[in-house]
């Protein structure tokens, strides 16, 4: 839950505004599903992507990171789009100092956390945006930040950029435990689907499901729109 002192958010933590809503509810229909694919193994990192932009992978990775900190888990959550960072926004952060001053200019991790608002949930922030992000993820100072915060987190959750767009998500899905790919409804399209398949087979990421974001609710005429922000 949240710490008295009410956090100022510029997009929707449904998780927390509306927890009764359909909506709060199907989030923690995914935290479970997750718990439930994670059963037989120890899995301490996630990657958040999508195919393309717009498609709400960062709003749901937030929400997701709040319902696992509801549920008593220790959470660190990690904006890794170094291109076009959102998390600040979000929580009503600033960008800087974040992930890129760490791997840059070898800041502590205690330098660059932020106190979400959240009770069990820390942030880290993107930082300033750097000109090579792939290299700088796939550095050896990234294995060593991801290695420093396993063992002090329960789950550390990377919302990661766009598969299709660049290198950055297919860097971390090959060091991630799992990675949740978010699609949209009536936005993705059916081929870019079997490329980023292939995308993830060559990373020999974990894929541990497809979230369907703005599904269209037929039957009560629920429109199930959980993101309705461009990232």
């Keep these: 839950m949240f710490k008295k002192k009410k956090m100022q958010h510029g997009r929707k933590l449904v998780i927390f505004t509306n927890r009764k809503s359909i909506v709060a509810e199907q989030i923690r229909t995914v935290r479970a599903n997750i718990k439930f694919a994670m059963k037989d193994k120890q899995y301490k990192t ?109 789950l550390i959750i990377f919302d990661a950029p766009p598969l299709l767009s660049v290198a950055d998500a297919q860097i971390l899905a090959d060091v991630c435990d799992g990675t949740v790919l978010v699609t949209s409804s009536g936005i993705t399209e059916k081929k870019n689907l079997y490329k980023v398949k292939e995308v993830l087979e060559a990373s020999n990421a974990h894929v541990l499901g497809i979230i369907l974001n703005r599904f269209k609710l037929e039957k009560n005429h629920y429109y199930y729109e959980y993101y309705g922000e461009k990232e």
């Design 46 to 154: 996630l990657l958040f992507t999508s195919t393309s932009i717009g498609e709400g992978k960062s709003t749901l990775a937030s929400n997701i990171a709040i319902s696992f900190a509801q549920d008593g888990q220790k959470v660190l959550l990690v904006d890794a789009d170094l291109r076009k960072p959102t998390m600040h926004y979000t929580f009503n952060k600033p960008v800087s100092p974040g992930l890129t001053n760490l791997l840059m200019s070898n800041w502590s991790l205690s330098d660059i956390l932020k106190d979400s608002g959240v009770i069990g949930l820390d942030l880290i922030t993107c930082g300033p945006i750097p000109s090579n992000p792939a290299e700088l993820l796939g550095s050896l100072t990234m294995k060593k930040f991801l290695k420093e915060t396993i063992s002090l987190y329960d």
